[in-house]
């Protein structure tokens, strides 16, 4: 089973600044990665897949990269909205399961 | 637009066993996988399988076998979660989700809260 690792786990940022989160696959899962964002009480919510292809209706503000083993989300200029936890999920073996990594909570600083 | 919409809260006491519905619409549902999602209460999502909506075979996580049961009626385009001798440690919310064009959930339902407690 392919284990996703996200850090940090939990990330303090101003609004307005920067946030960049990370993920990391045990093994390559090539370009097959999603990150879904998820707030208190709601389903988490496709925002990328493919690694770097914004779902519809998602801002560019957001934005996704890398390729094999690791990823990164970044949000570049954070919105009072965006704060909520972020997964990542690796879509890419045959058989699956296809895993989800444990979350960064980004948190208003 | 694509809406699944699931049905509502259940409290079952351990032993018991529970059926999750999920009602797709905006699509054929043939043409697309539907999974489905676990979340236990403060953790991360965990993928439990999925269910061919066009021949209604179900490949389940490892996990998720034996008292976990996927199904269909297609002629009303909804998907079913079962869940057979619960236990305790079955209280989570339960996602169905659509796949998009590759193994990713492009679109989720609500979610359904199973309880499970004497």
């Known amino acids: 089973e392919i284990v996703m690792t996200q850090s940090p786990a939990t990330l303090s940022v101003s609004p307005g600044e920067r946030a960049t989160l990370s993920c990391r696959a045990s093994?390559?899962?090539?370009?097959?990665l999603a990150w879904y964002q998820q707030k208190p009480g709601q389903a988490p919510g496709l925002l990328i897949y493919?690694?770097?292809t914004r779902a519809t209706g998602i801002p560019a503000r957001f934005s996704g990269g890398g390729s094999g083993t690791e990823f990164t989300l970044t949000i570049s200029s954070l919105q009072s909205e965006d704060f909520a936890i972020y997964y990542c999920?690796?879509?890419?073996?045959?058989?699956?399961?296809?895993?989800f990594g444990q979350g960064t909570k980004l948190e208003i600083k | 637009q694509v809406q699944l919409v699931q049905s509502g809260s259940v409290l079952k006491e351990p032993g018991a066993s529970v059926r999750i519905s999920c009602k797709a619409s905006?699509?054929?549902?043939?043409?697309?996988?539907m999974s489905w999602v676990r979340q236990a209460p403060g953790q991360g999502p965990e993928w439990m399988g999925w269910?061919?909506?066009?021949?209604?075979?179900?490949t389940y996580a490892q996990d998720f076998t034996g008292r976990f049961l996927f199904s269909l009626d297609k002629s009303a385009s909804t998907s079913y979660l079962q869940i057979n001798s619960l236990k305790a440690e079955d209280t989570a919310v339960y996602y169905c989700?659509?796949?998009?064009?590759?193994?990713?959930?492009?679109?989720w339902g609500q979610g359904t809260l199973v309880t499970v407690s004497s």
């Open positions: 905006g699509y054929t549902f043939t043409s697309y996988a």
């Open positions: 269910i061919n909506t066009n021949i209604g075979n179900p």
């Open positions: 093994q390559s899962v090539d370009t097959n």
């Open positions: 493919g690694a770097s």
């Open positions: 999920q690796q879509y890419n073996k045959w058989p699956p399961p296809y895993t």
């Open positions: 989700a659509r796949v998009g064009s590759g193994w990713y959930m492009a679109y």
